[in-house]
């Protein structure tokens, strides 16, 4: 549930009241998005569910920082985005290596490369794929792809221009699609060598 920012900004001021009712309104409507998020960073049910109730808390004492600028589940995955980010530097993780499970519908915008994989059910080689990417450009192609948000709203959440995520879009698709071809190659010659060595 996506919720206007005047439908928002009225629960977060029924939250600054002690609203109870108010912030379980807002928790089911966001809790799964968060943890969904966070499964993609963290791969660990129990932490990521420890990251929806830090976040969620976040809002609950500060729910007067969010000044309508923008989406109210941008402001809140950007919280739990510095969450998880916290998570992975005390547990001295590589976030380079920590990469998000790549969903089996990346979005009807993704190229074609990727409609073809899941329909023949090779999501093992666009996972492989998505993790050559660098750590910001595979949580770039998430946010756009998976939470659906605006290049201006990714901006946001990863502190840089809209033409950075523009240009971190474009580098990340092609190096995927380039990755996904060598795959199909791969995956065509060894069927034709299975041919071969069965006529």
């Not at 240009?167 to 060598?182: D, E, G, P, V, Y």
């Amino acid at each position: 549930m996506e919720f206007d920012n005047s439908t928002a900004l009225y629960l977060l001021k029924r939250i600054s009241l002690g609203d109870q009712e108010a912030f379980t309104t807002l928790h089911r409507a966001l809790g799964r998005r968060i943890f969904a998020f966070a499964m993609r960073h963290l791969r660990s049910p129990e932490t990521s569910e420890e990251i929806v109730a830090d976040t969620m808390f976040e809002v609950w004492k500060n729910p007067d920082r969010f000044n309508g600028t923008a989406k109210l589940s941008t402001w809140v995955l950007g919280i739990a985005r510095h969450r998880i980010l916290n998570r992975l530097r005390a547990s001295s993780l590589d976030t380079e290596s920590l990469t998000p499970e790549v969903e089996e519908t990346i979005g009807s915008e993704a190229e074609s490369a990727f409609e073809r994989i899941a329909a023949e059910q090779r999501e093992a080689g666009v996972r492989n794929c998505m993790e050559k990417l660098s750590s910001k450009h595979r949580e770039c192609m998430h946010l756009v792809f998976y939470e659906g948000l605006a290049l201006g709203e990714v901006a946001t959440l990863q502190g840089c221009p809209e033409n950075t995520v523009k240009t971190r879009l474009f580098h990340a698709r092609k190096s995927i699609q380039k990755c996904l071809s060598l795959f199909l190659r791969r995956e065509e010659s060894s069927a034709e060598r299975g041919v071969t060595s069965h006529a």
